[in-house]
């Protein structure tokens, strides 16, 4: 199975580069097919520098790559923000390409609102719609989510995990 990601992700420091690159280690270890399509900056084994947040032509250049990849699965890491201008309107266009070319699509929602901005709704209700399925860390969020969508979808709570680390018995 190849699964494409798009998200950021180091050495870019953010808790979503960091979040990707700990699922990507660990879905790899599974002998899956990864890549992952980032922001310019990015490095690593299989990783694509796409875009900048700044581009007018995200969904364009994210579709482009993914169409000669080829994958089975796109998980899109979606932060608002991240996918160019107007909190990220980008994303909903590559969401779009993605359902017409029958490429299914999961997408983990790091940030639900209680209370979101027009466009914020606007936004969430299209990637609702347009992916297969979603992922949020928390129960409260699914149920946030079931209350506003007009698209139903299967939306899984999955918490966000930490690091594996040792003790270090001399800490403070």
């Given at each position: ?15 979503i ?12 270890k ?25 581009d ?42 993605c ?8 997408t ?5 609102y209680?209370?979101p ?30 209350n506003?969508s ?9 918490p ?13």
């Amino acid at each position: 199975m190849r699964i494409i990601y798009v998200s950021t992700y180091p050495p870019t420091e953010c808790g979503i580069a960091t979040y990707t690159s700990y699922l990507d280690s660990e879905i790899r270890k599974h002998d899956l097919e990864v890549y992952i399509l980032s922001q310019n900056g990015a490095k690593g084994k299989h990783v694509f520098e796409v875009f900048n947040p700044d581009d007018k032509d995200i969904a364009y250049k994210l579709f482009h790559l993914i169409s000669k990849l080829t994958p089975d699965l796109v998980h899109i890491q979606h932060e608002f923000g991240l996918y160019g201008y107007e909190r990220g309107i980008q994303i909903v266009d590559f969401l779009l390409r993605c359902k017409i070319a029958d490429i299914p699509v999961i997408t983990t929602l790091h940030t639900v609102y209680l209370k979101p901005a027009w466009k914020e709704r606007l936004i969430t209700s299209e990637i609702l719609c347009l992916s297969k399925e979603i992922i949020v860390h928390e129960g409260y969020q699914k149920e946030l989510l079931i209350n506003e969508s007009k698209c139903l979808k299967e939306i899984h709570v999955i918490p966000h995990g930490l690091r594996q680390t040792h003790i270090i018995k001399t800490a403070k």
